[in-house]
């Protein structure tokens, strides 16, 4: 075990795990209306040690006006005890006040086999330090449904637990984001993730790289 995977698991309690998150997505604008997007995800689980899932998004979005965007994902997840597809369409309003930003997102995720469907909501908020390459990041996106859904031992395939409103998961996340030029973003941060009140919360450390093409 690692130096850093050894202090990972003594500052957790003892049913807490902990994973790490790495990403690649390359943006590409084709007006100031309309881009696709490829992101590329590793996920362990595991106290680091095991797989997750390995993510394959690619996506489209469109702007009918500069604050308002309308967007879809396909999602294809590979685990180690099986695949699913996933569709998430979403709707997504920003907005900037000087060195300040932030947005407000709306997500549906239907997963075709097992079916299951979630509302992913997810509200941002950022801030660009001036004469500088950071800006640090807050984000909360809790994943909730009409029927309550949520993730089996393994993390990975949905089932469907009750007939009531509830929070299956959600994502809280602490990081910031240093432009390393005008064309290229390094992240990482801290997530906090929530699997529901019958399972273990996994602490999330996340490293990813944007590049505009």
Same mark, same amino acid.
């Given at each position: *075990?690692? @130096?850093?995977?050894? %202090? *990972? &698991?003594?500052?957790?309690?003892?049913?807490?795990?902990? /994973?790490? =998150?790495?990403?690649?997505?390359?943006?590409?604008?084709?007006?100031?209306?309309?881009g696709a997007l490829l992101r590329l995800e590793h996920?362990?689980?595991?106290?680091?040690?095991?797989?997750?899932? /390995?993510?394959? *998004?690619?996506?489209? =979005?469109?702007?009918?006006?500069?604050?308002?965007?309308?967007?879809?994902? !396909?999602?294809?997840?590979?685990?180690?005890?099986?695949?699913r597809h996933v569709l998430l369409p979403y709707i997504?309003?920003?907005?900037? =006040?000087?060195?300040?930003?932030?947005? /407000?997102?709306? *997500?549906?995720? !239907?997963?075709?086999?097992?079916?299951?469907?979630?509302?992913?909501?997810? @509200?941002?908020?950022?801030?660009?330090?001036?004469?500088?390459?950071? &800006?640090? %990041?807050?984000?909360i996106e809790p994943y909730t449904s009409g029927k309550?859904?949520?993730?089996?031992?393994?993390?990975?395939?949905?089932?469907?637990?009750?007939?009531?409103?509830? @929070?299956?998961?959600?994502?809280?996340?602490?990081?910031?984001?240093?432009?390393? /030029?005008?064309? &290229?973003?390094?992240?990482?941060?801290?997530?906090?993730?929530?699997?529901? &009140?019958?399972?273990?919360?996994?602490?999330?450390?996340?490293?990813?790289?944007? !590049?505009?093409?």
């Amino acid at each position: *075990m690692s @130096v850093f995977a050894l %202090i *990972m &698991s003594l500052s957790l309690s003892a049913q807490d795990d902990w /994973g790490i =998150w790495q990403y690649i997505s390359l943006n590409k604008t084709f007006s100031p209306k309309v881009g696709a997007l490829l992101r590329l995800e590793h996920r362990s689980k595991g106290n680091a040690q095991d797989l997750d899932c /390995g993510l394959v *998004m690619p996506g489209v =979005w469109y702007k009918p006006v500069s604050w308002l965007t309308l967007g879809f994902i !396909y999602d294809f997840a590979m685990a180690q005890t099986a695949n699913r597809h996933v569709l998430l369409p979403y709707i997504q309003v920003s907005q900037k =006040w000087g060195q300040w930003s932030f947005s /407000g997102r709306e *997500m549906g995720q !239907y997963v075709i086999k097992p079916e299951a469907f979630l509302l992913r909501s997810k @509200v941002q908020l950022s801030c660009r330090i001036p004469n500088s390459i950071v &800006s640090p %990041i807050l984000f909360i996106e809790p994943y909730t449904s009409g029927k309550y859904i949520k993730h089996n031992e393994d993390g990975n395939v949905f089932i469907k637990a009750a007939d009531a409103i509830g @929070v299956a998961k959600s994502s809280n996340v602490l990081g910031v984001a240093l432009s390393l /030029g005008s064309k &290229s973003t390094l992240e990482l941060g801290y997530n906090y993730y929530y699997l529901g &009140s019958a399972s273990p919360a996994r602490h999330i450390v996340y490293l990813g790289f944007a !590049y505009r093409l």
